[in-house]
Nanobody
Framework: QVQLVESGGGLVQAGGSLRLSCVVY????????MGWYRQAPGKQRELVAS???????AYADSVKGRFTISSDNAKNTLYLQMNSLKPEDTAVYYC????????????WGQGTQVTVSS
């Protein structure tokens, strides 16, 4: 059974940086796509970045130019480098997978909390 374990969150001042990691257990690391979601208090979960098996990336407008998604297949790990953080980036961040190109699965880890102070 696939398990997603996120880490790397924390408290940072506005303008600072964090790197999130997501380790995938229980499956070969060759999904059609992987992505990072976030959920702020009182808001819906939103997709902020994704990467395909071929390495193509996509970003939400709100993070474009500041966040970078990447993966290390040898380590079964997905990353999200977050620079120039803003208070509105405060949220719980989750990774997710689209194994076969048919959509994101309903499989969520515990997430990692990112808090950006002004």
């Amino acid at each position: 059974q696939v398990q997603l374990v996120e880490s790397g969150g924390g408290l940072v001042q506005a303008g600072g940086s964090l790197r999130l990691s997501c380790v995938v257990y229980g499956s070969m690391f060759s999904f059609n796509a992987m992505g990072w979601y976030r959920q702020a208090p009182g808001k819906q979960r939103e997709l902020v970045a994704s990467i395909t098996l071929g390495g193509s990336t996509a970003y939400a407008d709100s993070v474009k130019g500041r966040f970078t998604i990447s993966s290390d297949n040898a380590k079964n790990t997905l990353y999200l480098q977050m620079n120039s953080l803003k208070p509105e980036d405060t949220a719980v961040y989750y990774c997710n997978i689209d194994p076969h190109g048919t959509g994101w699965v309903d499989l969520w880890g515990q997430g990692t909390q990112v808090t950006v102070s002004s």
